[in-house]
């Protein structure tokens, strides 16, 4: 189990709040029902893997020319989501790039939602 600190990341990992959103700053999000929309950048094989509910899927590849996908949430709080932040904070550049101005990437990704808020989420494995 990773030690995590009161903000819920791993001790040490540090998260540029103009660009990341915590899971757990997320989870309080949707929690209350914020207008908020995830947008899932991991492959179709990934995802088989594992998912949140309620998320767009577009992989990043696909991303830059599916951006019109999201016009409908350009009012929302937008959140990217990857394995573990990296592709995410790409695709929120992505995002922010083609005219979306309220939009952080998921730090830790996936793997720190699973470890902080939903165990139950499966995961890959790490090496």
Not at 20 to 29: G, N, V
Not at 113 to 118: E, K, R
């Amino acid at each position: 189990m990773t030690a995590l600190d009161d903000r819920g990341l791993p001790h040490g990992m540090h998260v540029n709040t103009e660009l990341e959103i915590t899971p757990r700053d997320l989870h309080a999000m949707r929690s209350r029902r914020e207008a908020v929309t995830v947008v899932d950048v991991r492959t179709h094989a990934e995802r088989a893997i594992a998912r949140l509910p309620d998320c767009v899927h577009i992989p990043l590849d696909e991303l830059p020319n599916r951006i019109d996908e999201l016009a409908e949430h350009h009012n929302s709080f937008v959140v990217t989501l990857c394995e573990r932040g990296r592709r995410s904070l790409r695709a929120a550049d992505i995002l922010r790039g083609g005219g979306l101005q309220r939009v952080r990437s998921l730090a830790g990704g996936i793997q720190l939602w699973a470890i902080d808020i939903d165990p139950s989420v499966a995961t890959k494995p790490t090496c």
